[in-house]
């Protein structure tokens, strides 16, 4: 399925983002909510996953049903794992793209990296 | 067994909103109990897990150092740099931004805050427009119509609405809650939308094409505009435009929804824009939904420390400003910076991906209370007293009003402002001995 995505704070994300290294950070944010109809059409079911990927990268999450969000759009609560579907180009403002972002999502038997696993071997 | 102290009316510093009347009860120089505070203020102010001491990395891993091994280690790093970005800012006083900002003009350094991945677009289009505003407290006693564009206030600042917006209670509206219209436009239904009296739902990067056909409604040409505009009637738009006219006292805020989608600082402009064009019919503000407690402070002092509120590249021996070339995303997605300073924020977490690649290949000193992925990025790590929960200082909420943040328990770790006076402290040294040795 081809959706849009877009990323953001949710009141758990926010609760946790000064705690990152807690799981309650990764359970509130290594997510991706779907429309019901989506979540269906994917053949889902709770604490299943789902892999997003776009050029930018892809990441695997546990899916969500949300009701408020329509066909094709995907919500991901803002921090690394929404961040490797994004890209460099800030379009000369500084600021990247962090919503409106177009992805390839598929149901996926992969599991969710967790934080420490995301960073392996980056750097130094 | 000593006697539990509560203190009042304390400043929360998670939000841009900087919610004024939290007490916090104190006993044996812990924080026991937070009231009044959301989920993300009394997740803060109770605290949690810290880095304990400084650590700089020695043969690939993060060793525990003394505070003045950090402080020369840093030095050394932004000495040898060429380029050096110090980052971050927003969740910490004004006082520790005018010592950063000090430290990159002596270490010839960019300097960019959280706001380059938040509102900076918002600042961009502040600048090209100025901002028709208000303070919160005359949004919370004049305001009959907000509109929330782009954000999520239930989550993002969950008291927003009790305290300064639709269910406050104010001198000229008693009535609170229902005596306001509240419209909600956004790309899917939130928590926010749920609450609203009309939600407007837009396609996604839809925000500039709508703003535009509200402008012409409110001129009077809608007869010009096709059906439907971003994914919205022209019925629908035509209800709000007559609503929005009709206000009494209006209220827009908008959020990260429009400053992070297609069009950016252009979104801000139409915005801002379609503000002042109300202004001919009714009283109308509008503010930006500021996140981090004080990200609107390091934009004040940046501003009257060198006349740019952000992305300012000071390696030139004078501020040069130009969102897309000094900003801290495009330097690293271009490699061009060659250290960095992360402070008070968590650049692995918030950047795409690319970017955090090219900071993992560079020295990164982080000044932080807690453990983060930037964490495992750095080379050099110092713990910090908690801004505005163990060091007094001065935060701006998302109004600009500043205020003073209140020392509610102590510690035994220095405050940024410390360790970054520690840095260039160990900055004039270094550079003293280069001197004498003659390099």
């Given at each position: 399925?081809?959706?849009?995505?877009?990323?953001?704070?949710?009141?758990?994300?926010?609760?946790?983002?000064?705690?990152?290294?807690?799981?309650?950070?990764?359970?509130?944010v290594?997510?991706?909510h779907?429309?019901?109809?989506?979540?269906?059409?994917?053949?889902?079911?709770?604490?299943?996953?789902?892999?997003?990927?776009n050029?930018?990268?892809?990441?695997?999450?546990?899916?969500?049903?949300?009701?408020?969000?329509?066909?094709?759009?995907?919500?991901l609560?803002?921090?690394?794992?929404?961040?490797?579907?994004?890209?460099?180009?800030?379009?000369?403002?500084?600021?990247?793209?962090?919503?409106g972002?177009?992805v390839?999502?598929?149901?996926?038997?992969?599991?969710?990296?967790?934080?420490?696993?995301?960073?392996?071997?980056?750097?130094? | 067994?000593?006697?539990?102290?509560?203190?009042?009316?304390?400043?929360?510093?998670?939000?841009?909103?900087?919610?004024?009347?939290?007490?916090?009860?104190?006993?044996?120089?812990?924080?026991?109990?937070?009231r009044?505070?959301?989920?993300?203020?009394s997740?803060?102010?109770?605290?949690?897990?810290?880095?304990?001491?400084?650590?700089?990395?020695?043969?690939?891993?993060?060793?525990?150092?003394?505070?003045?091994?950090?402080?020369?280690?840093?030095?050394?790093?932004?000495?040898?740099?060429?380029?050096?970005?110090?980052?971050?800012?927003?969740?910490?006083?004004c006082?520790?931004?005018?010592?950063?900002?000090?430290?990159?003009?002596?270490?010839?350094?960019?300097?960019?805050?959280?706001?380059?991945?938040?509102?900076?677009?918002?600042?961009?289009?502040?600048?090209?427009?100025?901002?028709?505003?208000?303070?919160?407290?005359?949004?919370?006693?004049?305001?009959?119509t907000?509109?929330?564009?782009?954000?999520n206030?239930?989550?993002?600042?969950?008291?927003?609405?009790?305290?300064?917006?639709?269910?406050?209670?104010?001198?000229?509206?008693p009535?609170g809650?229902?005596g306001?219209?509240?419209?909600?436009?956004?790309?899917?239904?939130?928590?926010?939308?749920?609450?609203?009296?009309?939600?407007?739902?837009?396609?996604?990067?839809?925000?500039?094409?709508?703003?535009?056909?509200?402008?012409?409604?409110?001129?009077?040409?809608?007869?010009l505009l096709?059906?439907?505009?971003?994914?919205?009637?022209?019925?629908?738009?035509?209800?709000?435009?007559?609503?929005?006219?009709a206000?009494?006292?209006?209220?827009?805020?908008?959020?990260?929804?429009?400053?992070?989608?297609?069009?950016?600082?252009?979104?801000?402009?139409?915005?801002?824009?379609?503000v002042?064009?109300?202004?001919?019919?009714?009283k109308?503000?509008?503010?930006?939904?500021?996140?981090?407690?004080?990200?609107?402070?390091?934009?004040?002092?940046?501003?009257?420390?060198?006349?740019?509120?952000m992305?300012?590249?000071?390696?030139?021996?004078?501020?040069?400003?130009?969102?897309?070339?000094?900003?801290?995303?495009?330097?690293?997605a271009?490699?061009?910076?060659?250290?960095?300073?992360?402070?008070?924020?968590?650049?692995?977490?918030?950047?795409?991906?690319?970017?955090?690649?090219?900071?993992?290949?560079?020295?990164?000193?982080?000044?932080?209370?807690?453990?983060?992925?930037?964490?495992?990025?750095?080379?050099?790590?110092?713990?910090?007293?908690?801004?505005?929960?163990?060091?007094?200082?001065?935060?701006?909420?998302?109004?600009?009003?500043?205020?003073?943040?209140?020392?509610?328990?102590d510690?035994?770790?220095?405050?940024?402002?410390?360790?970054?006076?520690?840095?260039?402290?160990s900055?004039?040294?270094?550079?003293?001995?280069?001197?004498?040795?003659?390099?």
């Amino acid at each position: 399925m081809l959706a849009t995505m877009i990323s953001g704070r949710t009141l758990a994300q926010g609760a946790e983002c000064e705690d990152k290294m807690n799981p309650d950070f990764f359970k509130a944010v290594a997510l991706c909510h779907l429309s019901e109809k989506d979540f269906q059409s994917l053949g889902l079911s709770e604490g299943e996953n789902v892999l997003l990927r776009n050029e930018h990268g892809q990441v695997a999450l546990r899916a969500k049903a949300d009701s408020g969000l329509p066909e094709n759009m995907v919500f991901l609560p803002m921090g690394p794992w929404a961040n490797i579907l994004v890209g460099k180009d800030t379009g000369g403002c500084g600021t990247p793209h962090f919503k409106g972002v177009q992805v390839e999502v598929t149901a996926t038997d992969m599991p969710v990296l967790d934080i420490r696993e995301l960073f392996l071997n980056m750097g130094v | 067994m000593s006697e539990a102290k509560i203190i009042k009316d304390a400043i929360c510093s998670f939000c841009g909103c900087l919610c004024d009347d939290i007490n916090v009860e104190v006993d044996e120089g812990r924080v026991q109990r937070v009231r009044h505070a959301c989920r993300l203020g009394s997740s803060k102010i109770l605290g949690h897990g810290r880095i304990e001491h400084p650590m700089v990395r020695k043969d690939g891993r993060l060793v525990e150092a003394s505070f003045q091994e950090a402080y020369d280690r840093s030095a050394q790093i932004l000495l040898r740099a060429n380029k050096p970005l110090l980052y971050g800012w927003a969740s910490t006083s004004c006082e520790a931004a005018k010592k950063g900002i000090l430290l990159a003009e002596e270490v010839g350094a960019v300097i960019d805050s959280t706001a380059t991945v938040c509102h900076g677009p918002s600042v961009i289009g502040i600048e090209e427009k100025g901002l028709p505003g208000a303070t919160l407290g005359q949004v919370k006693n004049r305001a009959d119509t907000i509109v929330f564009w782009g954000c999520n206030p239930v989550e993002a600042h969950p008291r927003h609405s009790l305290r300064y917006s639709s269910n406050s209670v104010g001198r000229f509206t008693p009535q609170g809650r229902e005596g306001r219209k509240i419209v909600v436009v956004d790309v899917r239904e939130t928590r926010t939308a749920r609450n609203a009296d009309k939600f407007i739902r837009v396609n996604p990067g839809g925000d500039y094409e709508v703003i535009s056909a509200l402008r012409m409604l409110v001129k009077g040409k809608g007869d010009l505009l096709p059906q439907e505009v971003g994914g919205v009637l022209k019925a629908d738009l035509a209800e709000l435009a007559d609503m929005l006219k009709a206000a009494r006292f209006g209220a827009l805020f908008f959020g990260l929804g429009i400053t992070h989608s297609r069009g950016r600082y252009k979104n801000i402009d139409n915005a801002l824009s379609l503000v002042a064009e109300l202004n001919q019919h009714s009283k109308f503000v509008i503010l930006p939904m500021r996140g981090h407690y004080n990200v609107g402070g390091i934009g004040q002092t940046l501003a009257w420390s060198s006349g740019y509120p952000m992305s300012v590249d000071l390696t030139r021996g004078k501020p040069y400003f130009n969102p897309g070339e000094t900003s801290a995303c495009d330097l690293l997605a271009r490699r061009d910076v060659d250290a960095a300073l992360i402070i008070a924020a968590d650049a692995a977490s918030n950047f795409p991906r690319s970017t955090v690649e090219a900071l993992a290949d560079i020295p990164v000193i982080q000044i932080d209370p807690y453990e983060n992925p930037t964490t495992l990025l750095s080379d050099v790590v110092i713990p910090c007293a908690i801004a505005g929960v163990e060091v007094e200082g001065t935060a701006y909420r998302m109004d600009g009003l500043s205020l003073r943040l209140r020392k509610l328990v102590d510690s035994c770790l220095p405050s940024d402002e410390e360790i970054l006076m520690g840095i260039l402290g160990s900055v004039h040294r270094q550079r003293q001995m280069m001197a004498n040795q003659g390099v």
